[in-house]
């Protein structure tokens, strides 16, 4: 006689796959920095190769003190990113914006995403800059 539902073993299976592609499509809370934080000194272009690859809808978390000041300025291509030009960039955080929780920017579309931070000589000579391209997840 053939059975047409299914038995507890497919039942079981069917649960772990849909759990595990549920755990892959769902989007993270990533801390730029990690332990380090948004901060000046730090090499902000390794540690966002070593933590790629970002995907779509993550959230990145600029987490800073206000004392020194930093900011979070979305800039409008490679060439501003490259020479710290702030003037078409975009303020996403002020300096009083990353204390306690941070700030948190969506990776919302496709494109690459350049940011930095305007304060000081953070960007020229404090490495406070990073390049991300967000992936779709499969």
């Given amino acids: ?13 069917l649960v772990a796959v849909a759990a595990s592609l549920l755990a892959i499509t769902q989007a993270a809370n990533v801390i730029v920095g990690g332990s ?12 966002a190769a070593n933590t790629a690859p970002f995907y779509f809808e993550d959230s990145l978390v600029f987490k800073y003190e206000n004392t ?12 501003s990113y ?26 919302n579309q496709w494109r690459v995403f350049y940011f930095a931070s305007a304060e000081g000589n ?14 779709p997840r499969y």
């Fill in 36 to 47: 380090e934080n948004w901060r000046y000194g730090y090499n902000y272009t390794e540690w």
């Fill in 122 to 135: 953070d960007c020229k000579d404090g490495l406070m800059k990073l390049i991300v391209v967000p992936w």
């Fill in 68 to 79: 020194p000041a930093h900011s979070v300025y979305l800039l409008p291509n490679l060439w």
């Fill in 1 to 13: 006689m053939v059975s047409s539902g299914f038995s507890a073993q497919q039942i079981i299976l």
């Fill in 82 to 107: 490259l020479t710290c030009d702030f003037s078409k960039a975009k303020l996403l955080a002020n300096p009083t914006q990353g204390k306690g929780d941070g700030f948190t920017f969506v990776l």
